[in-house]
DNA sequence: AAAAAGCTACTACAGACGTAGTTTTTACTA
DNA sequence: TAGTAAAAACTACGTCTGTAGTAGCTTTTT
């Protein structure tokens, strides 16, 4: 897919777009959380920018305003950040996993969850 | 620790400094892999911005050359990183290593054998 | 010692980012 | 239809990044 590298404020506003589906300028900005709400404008300029990386693409217009729509989806940008990581990490998943562990993010019942998941999805896999 | 926002670039000369433990700008030249090597200055200039971010020191010169040594542990900033990947996906690590395990990155094997060690090293902790 | 080779320190610069002001257009509203 | 409110479009700008050139000092080599 597309090579979209978005940065860590436009990940931010791409999460709204996601969770609005087709919203205004408007409403995405009132979508950020208010802590750090930026002006109208800062985030029509980076909407903009989002357009014209393809990660998002304007649909119709109501009254005066564009409606926008995610062009990428949320998985595809994950698994990209997620390559980007393992490549950090040599390329392996393992020791990133080990590293949650280890930083206590993870812990020994979450991975018997995740394992239970992967060993029923795999079984019932094709 | 130090608050240390490093660039993907930066990360990568502090890939060798770490590997290498006290390099000169020119070892760490060529210790990039040789497809993107950059301008022997544009090390240079990563290096000095390294250091004022506290994240290598000079330790001595040699010769006419100084020689640098990593000011923090390849531990902490992978850490951090890992800490922004995880805010992401929402503060959980859980989404991450499904992720993960969804495109195949890590197997059921990988799995078996994290939460072994982790075993392992849980009862063997105090 | 003079030249050569290698380093450091300083300077530069274009493109990306975050941020937002200003001008122009559009569309309701009285 | 004229006025106004809201949005779009355009412009701007400081900082950060990747990238490197250049001037000048230092060490080594003739």
Known sequence: MSKTKLTPF?????DVVWKLGEPSVREVQEGLSEKKRPAY???????LRLEQKGAVRR??????????QAAIT???VYRRI??????????SAQPV??????SGKLTLEDL???EEAETKKGAKKK
């Open 82 to 91: 997620l390559d980007e990581v393992l490549a950090l990490f040599g390329g």
């Open 10 to 14: 436009e990940l931010e506003i791409m």
């Open 74 to 76: 949320r998985k595809s």
């Open 112 to 114: 018997k969850a995740l």
């Open 41 to 47: 404008t800062t985030v029509q300029t980076i909407l």
């Open 59 to 68: 649909t119709r217009k109501i009254g005066n305003a564009f409606l926008f």
């Open 97 to 102: 996993v080990a590293h949650l562990l280890e």
